[in-house]
């Protein structure tokens, strides 16, 4: 497996210190200021450059990736997501919510619609629109890829005006699965985040059947 190197290859994701989001520089500066150990910044993708899979999810969480800098690192979503991509032969190593561990992605790669902590979890619009670039240099440089999961419709909306696909011809669903080139597959899933699971919109059961059905459609290819 390949892995990313944030530091050399800044087209997977804003330059560290990029302010081209005012209200989001700004929140972070805030943050930096109470807590100056966390990684208050733009956070990297993490995960095998050579990838069929790519994940894609909201933003960094406040106590999760902002904090570590690796994508769902340090919160519940995090917790379940990296569990189930080792349940299903995505992973190797040992996770650490600190990101204090060995942990490999294989053929997998987790990025964000929104490289920046946004105030209360929601960026806006022009907020997706900057960063989307840094998602459209992403999938152009996965040459392997075959499949994007959208973890929520942000990601999914996203994703799709990247792609330069019509969203009324998409529309997000759990468990949907759209082709939409002749060698990409999107897969719709609920996100991960403590809310849905707390209310039942996502189980753990439902999650594996999304990840199930990725397999499968993979192991096709």
Known sequence: MSTLDYSVDPVFGPPVGCRACPRLAHHLDSVREKEPDWFNGPVPSFGDTRARLLIVGLAPGLKGANRTGRPFTGDYA????????????????????????????????????????????????????????????????????????????????????????????????????????????????????RYNTNTGRLTPELFDAVFAQIRRRLDET
Do not use: M, W
């Open 78 to 193: 995090g917790d379940l997501l990296y569990s189930t991509l080792r349940r299903f032969s995505f992973s190797v190593g040992q996770f650490d919510p600190n990101a204090d561990d060995d942990l490999e992605l294989d053929d997998v790669i987790i990025t964000n619609a929104v490289r920046c902590l946004p105030p209360q979890n929601k960026p806006i619009g022009s907020e997706i629109t900057n960063c989307r670039p840094y998602l459209a240099g992403l999938i152009d440089r996965l040459e392997h890829l075959r499949g994007i999961l959208l973890l929520g419709r942000i990601a999914h909306d996203t994703t799709l005006t990247t792609l330069g696909l019509r969203r009324a011809d998409y529309p997000f669903r759990h468990g949907a699965e759209h082709g939409v080139t002749d060698r990409i597959t999107l897969f719709d899933s609920y996100h991960c985040s």
